[in-house]
């Protein structure tokens, strides 16, 4: 199914918003969290809350938004876009799947905000009580989001990380969102919990076929196409080598140690979450074949 939200509303003369303003470097943390806004490319901005990054599109007609992160973060998200865009309320929020550490919050915004989200991200929100705001508006395969002039394309592209996440892609800047499921330079997240492993392999195809010259992940720095096609090959490398050792009849302490992911050693997350990948990998890959 295809949605297309239309907004058509006359240009208005935009003032320029003053630059974004620099912070003492502190250590993040829920009591003294790390929170900026920094310019991605024409008038679409990211937002930093600690280790954690949504993004936002000022537009004449009102700004579209996308994670809230936590209640915290988007009061003070909206607070601070009060300050510079005054005359500008958040239209539209998209959530980029259903994990609360993304999305908690967005009854923040819902006062002027009409929620977007995939269909199976709401079933997950209500049946799992995340702590937000129900999406008003669900899709299934694409939508679009067209506000004073700025256009989102917002497309699921199967089962990956969840089986609701979305890329969300502002054609005209060449920006693609994408959280959790395309890391840059940096390994998966843990033992791959809500995962779909073959088809994260295939949603990830699908990107780099996406036009586009900015990736901002849910999480670290930015980075491009080169990186969603590093992560496929990552993912790639990974399964094939659980799966020999799976094949060879090995355990799991086996496998752990006669993968070798040191190729990577160097991206992110490396000692923390490498063992962890393997172990995930190896509970999907077990529970997807039948041995002799």
Do not use: C
Request: hydrophobic share 45%.
């Amino acid at each position: 199914m295809r949605l297309i939200v239309w907004i058509a509303i006359a240009a208005l003369a935009l003032a320029l918003p003053g630059a974004a303003q620099a912070q003492a470097p502190v250590t993040p943390s829920a009591q003294n969290p790390v929170r900026e806004i920094t310019k991605i490319a024409g008038e679409v901005y990211r937002f930093r809350n600690n280790f954690h990054y949504s993004v936002f599109a000022v537009t004449p007609a009102g700004i579209i938004a996308t994670d809230p992160i936590n209640a915290a973060a988007a009061t003070w998200l909206k607070d601070e876009l009060k300050k510079r865009w005054p005359d500008k309320p958040i239209k539209f929020v998209v959530y980029s799947h259903d994990h609360a550490d993304h999305i908690a919050g967005g009854e923040v915004w819902a006062d002027s905000a009409t929620v977007v989200a995939h269909a199976n991200a709401k079933e997950a929100i209500i049946g799992e009580k995340r702590p937000t705001a129900v999406p008003q508006v669900t899709f299934t395969d694409q939508a679009t989001i067209q506000l004073g002039g700025t256009v989102l394309e917002l497309s699921w592209v199967g089962r990956n990380h969840s089986n609701n996440s979305l890329v969300m892609r502002f054609p005209r800047e060449k920006i693609v969102f994408a959280v959790d499921f395309i890391p840059v330079n940096a390994m998966a997240f843990r033992d791959f919990p809500d995962a779909y492993l073959d088809e994260w392999i295939e949603s990830l195809r699908k990107v780099e076929g996406m036009e586009f010259d900015i990736l901002a992940p849910g999480h670290g720095a930015l980075g491009n196409k080169a990186n969603v096609t590093a992560f496929r090959n990552y993912l790639e490398d990974l399964r094939g080598q659980v799966l020999a050792a799976a094949r060879a009849g090995k355990s799991l302490e086996e496998t752990k140690k006669s993968v070798d992911l040191s190729r990577y050693k160097d991206w992110g997350g490396y000692e923390q979450m490498g063992q962890l990948n393997i172990e995930g990998v190896y509970r999907l890959v077990q529970a997807n074949r039948r041995p002799n």
